[in-house]
T-cell receptor, first 114, second 115 residues
């Protein structure tokens, strides 16, 4: 195990539903990330939180809303998604303060939007 | 922005043979190049990384080489074993990242090692 957990592991939702993905890291890190992984495409960085503040938002549609209540937890709130949002959503964490440190990934949430 | 190209997209080798995966990047300011391995049902896991002040790094059966002039870096796996079968991703740091911690990933290489 990497020390990063994600729940749920699988999620099926309709386009009108509202759901949330949860990520928790047990590594004492102070930076957390959301990535989207689609087939045949590179991992796409969605959001970065450093010291609980959002420091990067890669032009992600507003139907994805991140929340970082503390340095150990990260949420991704989903509403009115589209079928093309179906993908594996990966959470990662790292320790800020040094020159590029390893990012530790969780197992991901497999999201299917019907 | 940074563009990372990775080849090949699939690679099949016999157990015991070597495997090489190559990546190119576009941003000459990139200075950190990690390689991740992703097994089925798991998230990517770092297997080796290299910084721009080093040309080569080795860890047991895996090695990474970096050519800053040509802007490409490669992963070398020797004496491959079936458990090396996975998807491998290269990544590079973009200089235009606000956070300084973002990584741009390649599309991945699906490696299959057959007994």
């Amino acid at each position: 195990e990497t020390g990063v957990t994600q729940t749920p592991r699988h999620l099926v939702m309709g386009m009108t539903n509202k759901k949330s993905l949860k990520c928790e890291q047990h590594l004492g890190h102070n930076a957390m990330y959301w990535y989207k992984q689609s087939a045949k495409k590179p991992l796409e960085l969605m959001f970065v939180y450093s010291l609980e503040e959002r420091v990067e938002n890669n032009s992600v549609p507003s139907r994805f809303s991140p929340e970082c209540p503390n340095s150990s937890h990260l949420f991704l709130h989903l509403h009115t998604l589209q079928p093309e949002d179906s993908a594996l959503y990966l959470c990662a964490s790292s320790q800020e303060g040094q020159n590029y440190n390893e990012q530790f990934f969780g197992p991901g949430t497999r999201l299917t939007v019907l | 922005g940074e563009n990372v190209e990775q080849h090949p997209s699939t690679l099949s080798v016999q157990e015991g043979d070597s495997a090489v995966i190559k990546c190119t990047y576009s941003d000459s300011a990139s200075n950190y190049f990690p390689w991740y391995k992703q097994e089925l049902g798991k998230g990517p896991q770092l297997i080796i990384d290299i910084r721009s002040n080093v040309g080569e790094k080795k860890d047991q059966r895996i090695a990474v080489t970096l050519n800053k002039t040509a802007k490409h870096f490669s992963l070398h796996i020797t004496e491959t074993q079936p458990e090396d079968s996975a998807v491998y991703f290269c990544a590079a740091t973009p200089s235009n990242s606000n956070s300084g911690y973002a990584l741009n990933f390649g599309k991945g290489t699906s490696l299959l090692v057959t007994p």
